[in-house]
């Protein structure tokens, strides 16, 4: 990635307003986004020096003054009896390259505001607020200059307010801890089954009436990620900070790191658009790499971990082998994909019996049945790069010679798992483990992850985490409904890059779905083979692992979609969706379109193509069977030639789906 900006403009106007310390009149700052749709004004009140904040949207009032106030271990809070000492504003309008992900080329467009602000009182601590204003939402940080006291930061809380006219509907993700995998639903409710005893996770996703929002981290650096409850009038949340593992009246400690994470609130007028958007990466800094030549999304193959012990097509027994290995290295070759994960226990046992982490562990060391070394040259003969799955505690007590070592062995990343917090100690682990990883040319796939905040733009070698409810758990239970299928693209999947691991191909429909393990033909899925198929496309992930055993996927229905199926886009079209209802995107990437679209019942999709060039296509569609409803492992294939003012109409069953590839007649 070239780390100067292809074009950059940087206006910058100075107003620096001096204001006296009379409180006769509110003292405010104002910024909106280039558009001037999003408006957003910060005030300190006549009454208390209250700081609050507001913003409209569309001319409406979407967030009503809604305070800022930051909690101290062992001081006052801060947030009251402040005044405004200069106000300065900026604008920023660039565009930069994605490596991978949902849009290769970038804008990077926004109206700034920096406050500068100061007690009244003693001690008189200062205080700078930072707004930015894009097309598609706002983005809120704080800075804590060195001063007399706070040489050293410790807060216990961050209390930002969001503020809403109504009772609105909302999908939130009942985390109630902050020490967890993230791996849990998000339910539909209204803001008031939100309670003060709650910790929400993020994103949060509320349908506001006339506008949609979502509420997320951005660039957490040496800082703890955060929650969210409920607040102290009524229709609000309040962001509440993820404590210390062992001080849960300590969420930050820190001393050069001044700046916070930025809170961000996207707006949209649709919740698709929320999947277009490009802010959590823009948040964050530029690319820290020189060298990113190395950095491939792919898809990759998936182990006996998956598929049990089941594989009749071949005499060893499927496990913890090098056999096994290189039974799914050759299905990731016939399929044209780019790797294959090497997952636990290839190093020997990371729990003990009573489940606690293996500490004696060694993650330089191989069982006597595993060969990393001899997997790597047959996968590289194939083309195939080879993952190995790490416990984090394990990782990080061997990180660097670990590293080296794999480099050495010409193993293409890691898979760390079981992390299970998003504290500042957590924070600082994957900042060490994604440079350290970068050091030694490794892509990072975080498992028991929290969610993307868009340091990948920084560090593109993190190419995917989990923090995901995902497919792994068909195994053992009946949670990965098609609700919640249907849900987590208008969710979990706002901030980016999500380890679902699609693909089963042993359909059941929602009514007849039971949990099959052990050395029967691995896990079921609910909903139809269709439905399964287009979250290779709905869903987004730059290392996209698939779910399933290659003898169940050899030569079915649907297969051949997913061979050289592309896992980064050169460009992201949401074309319809409502969450828990129904989607479907298109994503380029070259020349082809790829479409993806689920739904909850039976639905006609009408596609306009009008994102098509002014020439002539072929569309490849694959779609439920009539019957699949009864046999939901059955679709039909067919083709049609369009242009860029032709209408697709595809017929998709309840539970179900459709995928098509578009490209140039010519190129066929």
Known sequence: MNKNLFFRTILVSLVVVLFSCSK????????????????????????????????????????????????????????????????????????????????????????????????????????????????????????????????????????????????????????NKFHLSQEVEFTKAKISDIKKENIIGTPLLVNAGDAWVAFLDANVTNWACSGLSAGDYPNSLVTRTSWLSQDTTIAVKATAQRLSPWKVVMIADKPGRFLESDIMQNLNEPCALDDVSWIKPGVSAWDWWWSGSYAPDVKFKVGPN????????????????????????????????????????????????IDIPEIVRYAAGKNIGIFVWLLWPNADKQMEEAFALYEKWGVKGVKIDFMDRNDQEMVDFYHRVAKTAAKHHLLVDFHGAYVPDGFSRTYPNLITREGVLGNEYNKWSNRITPLHCLTLPFTRMIPGEMDFTPGGFLNDMPENFKIVGGDSPAPH????????????????????????SPYNVRNQAGSDFLKGIPSSWDETRVLEGMPGEYIAVARRSGDKWYIGGMTLTNRTFVINTSFLEDKTYKARIWNDAPDSDRNPRKLVEKSETCGNNSELKVEAKANGGFTAIIEPAEAM
């Open 24 to 175: 006769k009149n509110n003292m405010s700052a104002y910024v909106n986004s280039p558009d001037s749709l999003i408006k957003v004004q910060c005030m300190v009140s006549d009454s208390a020096g209250q700081l609050e904040y507001t913003v409209r949207y569309r001319e409406k009032e979407l967030i009503l003054p809604s305070a800022v106030e930051l909690q101290f271990k062992s001081m006052p809070p801060l947030g009251k009896d402040l005044r405004i000492l200069s106000v300065t504003n900026d604008s920023v309008n660039e565009t930069w390259d994605r490596l991978w992900g949902r849009n290769k080329h970038v804008i990077n467009r926004y109206n700034q505001v920096k406050i500068e602000l100061q007690e009244n009182r003693s001690p008189k601590r200062r205080l700078n607020l930072f707004f930015r204003a894009y097309n598609d939402g706002v983005a809120i940080r704080y800075e804590l200059p060195q001063q007399k006291g706070l040489d050293t930061i410790v807060l216990s809380d961050e209390k930002i307010t969001y503020r809403f006219a109504a009772d609105h509907e909302a999908w939130p993700a009942f985390w």
């Open 525 to 548: 899925v609910m909903g139809t083979r269709c439905f399964q198929l287009a979250m290779f496309v709905v869903y987004e992930s730059a290392f996209t692992v698939f779910c399933e």
């Open 322 to 369: 090098t056999q096994t290995m290189k039974y799914f290295v050759d299905f990731a070759a016939e399929m044209g994909w780019q790797y294959q994960i090497v997952d636990w226990q290839w190093y020997g046992a990371p729990f003990r019996p009573d489940g606690s982490f293996n500490m004696e562990a060694d993650i330089t060391k191989m069982i006597p049945e």
